[in-house]
């Protein structure tokens, strides 16, 4: 389970402020009088209002020496948890990006360890990530393929239809996929020695994991705007037909950018890396610098 060093009011301070942002979120997400997902929006209600109630009895917690390990445990594991389904409650208003920010601001101000996977359990862990991910990559690369279909036909089914399957295919399949690549990347990044932050492959990988749902949110938008549009025979996509093509190449070469990172695995150590493992070494030869400075030679020490 993972250690928090995060001390005093300051930890209690953010878990309340989290918690009350989350009842915030609940209220502006329930009074929506128009949402395009209602299912998602009753979603975010709850789940957002489950949140607040378990930050808020954590928080508490945090004070009582008894429940307070067990209460950093569970918030650490809350924000790391939380974050995935707050880009699904996208779809029903923008505030959960304020959320994923928060929840993010937190996780790292409580500078947590967590223990190393067992091999079996990395082995496990790996084979959904790589599984996931492959997914996600064949499914951007169909629903390219149905937007250029869609822009380039001239058959008005063919054109409407490419639209409707990829509605179906963003919110039954790709946003699911990411949500579950981004959670499988964490558990294997952060349970094994790579660390999230420790090597700029990872980093990388992990920025563009998350920035590709928040760029989907503003591309189911389109794709509903154009099923809308084609519903009329004479209507064309016009130039947001063109942009949605545009914004699933970037999706695709995002992905195999992701790809190629894990392959190649390139760029070396970033400072936090160098840094831990400075740290590392020091402690495994604590007795070295000081064996150093009162070694002497003959007639004077060295210095």
């Known amino acids: 389970m993972p250690q928090i060093s995060l001390s005093g009011p300051d930890r209690r301070n953010w878990q309340v402020a989290f918690a009350l942002f989350c009842a915030v979120a609940a209220v502006l997400?329930?009074?929506?009088?128009?949402?395009?997902?209602?299912?998602v929006q009753r979603t975010g209600v709850a789940?957002?209002?489950?949140?607040?109630?378990?930050?808020?009895?954590?928080a508490w917690a945090l004070d009582r020496p008894r429940s307070a390990v067990s209460a950093r445990k569970?918030?650490?594991?809350?924000h790391l948890v939380f974050i995935p389904p707050q880009f699904f409650f996208l779809l029903a208003h923008k505030v959960p990006f304020a959320g994923m920010l928060l929840s993010t601001v937190i996780v790292a101000r409580m500078k947590p360890r967590f223990p190393q996977l067992k091999r079996r359990a990395r082995k496990v862990w790996l084979?959904?990530?790589v599984g996931i991910s492959v997914g996600w990559l064949g499914l951007s690369l169909a629903m390219t393929t149905l937007a250029i279909a869609a822009a380039t036909a001239d058959d008005h089914v063919i054109r409407h239809g490419?639209?409707?399957l990829m509605h179906v295919f963003d919110l039954a399949i790709v946003i699911p996929s990411a949500l579950a690549a981004i959670l499988s990347g964490l558990v294997v990044s952060l349970g094994t020695p790579w660390g999230l932050i420790r090597h700029w492959?990872?980093?990388?990988?992990?920025?563009?994991?998350?920035?590709?749902?928040?760029?989907?949110?503003?591309?189911?938008?389109?794709?509903?705007?154009?099923?809308?549009?084609t519903q009329d025979p004479a209507a064309e996509p016009g130039g947001l037909g063109l942009t949605l093509v545009i914004c699933m190449i970037l999706f695709v070469v995002l992905l195999w950018t992701a790809v190629t990172l894990s392959i190649f695995k390139t760029g070396g150590r970033t400072r936090w890396g160098r840094a831990g493992q400075a740290r590392r070494s020091a402690q495994a030869h604590p007795t070295e610098n000081s064996a150093i400075e009162t070694e002497t030679v003959p007639g004077r020490p060295l210095r």
């Open 29 to 39: 997400i329930g009074l929506r009088s128009d949402p395009p997902y209602p299912l």
């Open 47 to 58: 789940g957002y209002t489950l949140v607040a109630l378990l930050t808020a009895g954590c």
């Open 74 to 78: 569970t918030l650490i594991l809350l």
């Open 127 to 129: 084979t959904l990530h």
């Open 162 to 164: 490419a639209y409707e």
């Open 201 to 229: 492959w990872v980093l990388l990988k992990f920025v563009i994991a998350v920035s590709l749902p928040v760029i989907a949110t503003v591309e189911s938008t389109w794709i509903e705007q154009l099923e809308n549009r």
